[in-house]
């Protein structure tokens, strides 16, 4: 399937998105979400994929929401479309994800990154919430999940003054897993990518549900579903295929089953 403002590959077993709208530095459109939820609803089903990449350009992973999409709306139109609420279905997708992100990654562009499980950011990578500027606030999750990451103190300095940080913060302040130099970016991603797409799928997935627990929940109720988790993959033919293979000093052939 072709897509308007995005392009989808299939890497092996891994699935790449590349937000392609340069003449917006990738601004988050209503056309721009059609199109990741549909590749994403396709990656799900694709037994193949064991994860997904999503990025940008070299000059923006994305600049923000669709700045002239929003400016004629009304409160009215934006409460009855649930504006922003879609991409909850990001959230929602069930197999690792992956955001690689040089240049930009301003507002919409931000909170995308920050849905991804893993986010790997080139040397190029400038992060921040500048809504406050336009005179809204972050309207796809900035506020909360900013702050989860980076903790109070940058996440108010962030979305109040509006400035952006680089990456050297950013991976300081806990918001970026890896810093790859940015000719390396794509290669790094997919590498990380493979990597975790090697492992069982059912396993992962549920490595990956175990930790967004973590942000849900109390430590106890965190601990617990985590406990009952760990048990029932004893259940499963890869746990049995891993151990095995230690034991026998192999490697695992994992058959997500
Ligand atoms: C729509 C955008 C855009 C955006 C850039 N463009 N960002 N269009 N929405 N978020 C367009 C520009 O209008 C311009 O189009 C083209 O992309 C190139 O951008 P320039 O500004 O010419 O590039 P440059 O001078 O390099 O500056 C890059 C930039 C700047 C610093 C990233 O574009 C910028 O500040 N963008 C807005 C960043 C922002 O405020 N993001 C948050 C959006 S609100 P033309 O046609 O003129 O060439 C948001 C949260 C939503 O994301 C929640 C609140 C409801």
Redesign the pocket.
């Known amino acids: 399937q072709d897509f308007e403002t995005i392009l989808l590959e299939r890497k092996g077993r891994v699935g790449w998105i590349t937000l392609n709208r340069p003449?917006?530095?990738n601004?988050?459109n209503s056309q721009v979400l059609d199109d990741v939820i549909a590749a994403l609803d396709e990656l799900e089903v694709d037994a193949e994929i064991g994860a997904v990449v999503i990025t940008g350009s070299e000059r923006?992973f994305a600049?923000?929401?669709?700045?002239?999409e929003?400016q004629p709306k009304s409160y009215m139109d934006m409460f009855l479309d649930d504006y922003?609420a879609r991409w909850d279905r990001l959230a929602q997708f069930r197999k690792p994800t992956i955001a690689a992100v040089a240049g930009?990654a301003?507002?919409?562009?931000c909170?995308l990154a920050m849905i991804c499980d893993l986010l790997i950011a080139a040397d190029t990578a400038k992060f921040g919430q500048?809504?406050i500027?336009?005179g809204?606030?972050?309207?796809?999750g900035?506020s909360q999940r900013l702050t989860r990451a980076i903790g109070k103190a940058k996440a108010m300095d962030l979305v109040l003054t509006g400035r952006n940080m680089d990456v050297e913060e950013a991976e300081r302040a806990g918001l970026v897993s890896r810093i790859v130099p940015a000719d390396q970016l794509l290669d790094t991603a997919l590498e990380v990518a493979e990597t975790i797409a090697s492992m069982s799928l059912p396993v992962a997935m549920i490595a990956k549900e175990s930790v967004n627990r973590a942000f849900e929940t109390t430590l106890a109720e965190g601990l617990r579903f985590e406990r009952r988790v760990f048990h029932s993959l004893f259940a499963i033919e890869d746990q049995k295929e891993g151990m095995a293979a230690f034991v026998d000093k192999r490697p695992a052939k994992f058959t997500n089953r």
Not at 106 to 109: A, K, S, W, Y
């Open positions: 003449k917006a530095l601004a988050l923006a600049a923000g929401a669709d700045i002239k929003m922003f930009y301003l507002g919409g562009g909170e500048p809504e500027k336009l809204v606030i972050p309207g796809i900035g």
